[in-house]
């Protein structure tokens, strides 16, 4: 069973940058598609992006589209979000998720594994 810590939230000031990361335990880490999600209070879930067991591909939130980078490292078992140009609005909690399945897609009912997250805090 795969089991997911995220690190790398703090405080950060509009327009700066933050890198996420999703350390997951387990044999089927390299298999699985990886994605970060976020959730602001009194607001809904949001898909932020995936990247593929492989890591050659990469889908994203229209909201982050050029700004945020998701990326996958086998050997180490962790997956990354780079966030640059932050907004206020980008304030919440973020999370890492991880699905066998080979598209779960944008939906995060459709994975299975998820962590604790990370708090991100973005200053005016």
């Known amino acids: 069973q795969a089991q997911l810590i995220e690190s790398g939230g703090g405080l950060v000031q509009a327009g700066g940058s933050l890198r996420l990361s999703c350390a997951a335990s387990g044999r089927m880490f390299s298999t699985y598609t990886m994605a970060w999600f976020r959730q602001a209070p009194g607001k809904e879930r949001e898909f932020v992006g995936a990247v593929s067991w492989s890591g050659g591909n990469t889908d994203y939130g229209d909201s982050v589209k050029g700004r945020f980078t998701i990326s996958k490292d086998n050997a180490k078992n962790t997956v990354y979000l780079q966030m640059n140009s932050l907004k206020p609005e980008e304030t919440a909690v973020y999370y890492c998720?991880?699905?066998?399945?080979?598209?779960?897609?944008?939906?995060?009912?459709?994975?299975?594994?998820w962590g604790h997250g990370t708090q991100v805090t973005v200053s005016s």
């Open positions: 998720a991880a699905d066998r399945k080979f598209k779960p897609g944008k939906d995060g009912t459709n994975y299975l594994y």
